[in-house]
């Protein structure tokens, strides 16, 4: 099935907003997109609802740390796959570990995708 994308725009566009139209003109490569769309608009929050901006955490440094951070996303992908409401003894230590990094709301949030 074919794909279409319509992007609308109000004058005057932002530097930011050129930049991000411009790699949609560029390229159909989702993943080359969402990276240049991550660069530009920045982290937001992981487990959170905001979707831009600076990164908020408290550990870990996305330009440093990057590696670690794909494992751990592979990780925590693992265990929800296995253990979807965090049941087993592992999902209860990930539950106070979000606790514990005051992001326990996003528990509830899980199983919305």
Request: aromatic fraction near 4%; charged fraction near 30%.
């Amino acid at each position: 099935m074919r794909s279409i994308c319509i992007l609308l725009y109000r004058a005057p566009l932002g530097e930011t907003a050129r930049a991000r139209l411009a790699i949609m003109r560029e390229t159909e490569d989702g993943f080359r997109i969402a990276e240049e769309d991550l660069r530009l608009r920045g982290e937001g929050d992981v487990l959170g609802t905001r979707q831009s901006g600076l990164p908020g955490f408290r550990i870990a440094q996305s330009a440093v740390h990057r590696d670690l951070m794909v494992a751990a996303r592979d990780d925590a992908a693992l265990v929800l796959a296995r253990d979807p409401g965090l049941k087993s003894e592992r999902g209860q230590a990930l539950r106070v570990l979000l606790y514990l990094f005051e992001r326990d709301e996003s528990a509830r949030l899980i199983g919305a995708g």
